[in-house]
């Protein structure tokens, strides 16, 4: 049995009271993941196919990593997820502390080290199918998966990357630091660029100005000076970490409007994601990025981001050792 005792008391709904106790199951790989309440294996987790996530995409996600037995930055997810819950007025399941407890517990259950830990807030249901919110209690779920490698730190290559036609939402539509269930734009940009061969997209806002890739956020090094886009982004806490890294190394860093020039002609170009860590470009719409390889400036932040990850300064012990 797993420990599975949440500690939590969990109101009477139609998705919830999933078994409190769990045992992983065949066809999940042993894995587990919490749902309103419990350790439950993942193939037997559960959510109402009236659950207003399911039908509006109405609710909201993050995504968190642990590393080497520590998740990374956790309290500053924690935050973004509290923000985007109180944006889309989805009032919250559990507290701070129940959540910071329910991730270091179920990353734990699938005794991990490494591992991909999503956070998924649903509007829940009011037993309609209907869109109004009123009635609804909301459901969370904590996904925990083995890490996801994207890209290997030392790899020679890198992305080619093709600016999709379909543009990134304005703050006025839709605001992006809303990590909400409804990434239908950012898909669509993917299955443009898949079908025009390239590795990934690379959005525009509506002016045209350089905004995220998907899930990713964009750094452009321009004439020494690293750019990234200031306008209709979520400001990502990867982003952050290059900020931080920018100012020990002293490395000049504006936040800015970035053109597709700048990109074209850019030294280098990189993406920034909690999932994909740093990731290197090595083509945009056709133009070769600097020498067409990673770069000595991704070199560096890549190697400076790794020992930020692993550092015990910037992560929350998973397997007993002190909490920072
Ligand atoms: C739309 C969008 N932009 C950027 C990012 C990168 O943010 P972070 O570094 O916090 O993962 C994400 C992460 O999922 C995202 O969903």
Redesign the pocket.
């Known amino acids: 049995m797993l420990p599975a005792d949440s500690g939590l008391k969990i109101e009477a709904g139609e998705s919830r009271g999933q078994s409190a106790g769990a045992e992983a199951g065949e066809g999940d790989g042993g894995r587990v993941c919490y749902v309103n309440g419990g350790l439950v294996p993942e193939a037997e987790a559960r959510i109402s196919i009236l659950d207003h996530a399911l039908l509006y995409g109405d609710g909201v996600f993050d ?1 968190v990593i642990a590393w080497d037995g520590r998740l990374f930055r956790l309290d500053d997810h924690i935050d973004r997820l509290f923000r985007s819950m109180a944006a889309v007025a989805i009032p919250t399941p559990v507290s701070r502390e129940e959540l910071r407890d329910l991730t270091i517990r179920a990353v734990r259950a699938n005794k991990l080290d490494n591992a991909y830990v999503k956070w998924i807030v649903t509007r829940g249901s009011n037993d309609t199918p209907l869109m109004d919110p009123a009635g609804c209690a909301a459901n969370l779920i904590i996904l925990v998966r083995p890490y996801i490698h994207r890209y290997a730190p030392d790899s020679r290559s890198g992305l080619r990357l093709k600016t999709a036609a379909i543009r990134r939402p304005p703050g006025q539509v839709l605001s ?1 630091q809303i ?1 909400s269930l409804n990434y239908l734009n ?1 898909v669509l940009a993917k299955i443009e660029a898949k079908s025009a061969q390239a590795d990934e997209a690379l959005l525009l806002d509506i002016h045209g100005r350089v905004c ?1 890739a998907p ?3 964009v750094f452009v090094a321009s004439r020494g000076t690293l750019l990234t886009p200031q306008h209709d ?2 400001e ?4 952050a970490s290059v900020m931080e890294i920018a100012a020990q190394q002293a490395v000049p860093l504006r936040i800015c409007d970035v053109e597709l020039y700048d990109a074209y002609a850019a030294e280098e170009v990189f993406l ?4 994909g860590g740093l990731v290197p470009v090595v083509e945009v719409d056709g133009r070769v990025i600097g020498e067409g390889r990673p770069g000595p400036l991704f070199a560096r932040f890549s190697k400076a981001y790794q020992e930020m990850i692993a550092s015990p300064d910037w992560g929350t012990a998973v397997h007993g050792e002190q909490k920072n």
């Open positions: 995504t992006p990590k950012l995220e899930g990713y956020n982004i979520l990502g806490i990867t982003r920034t994601s909690t999932a």
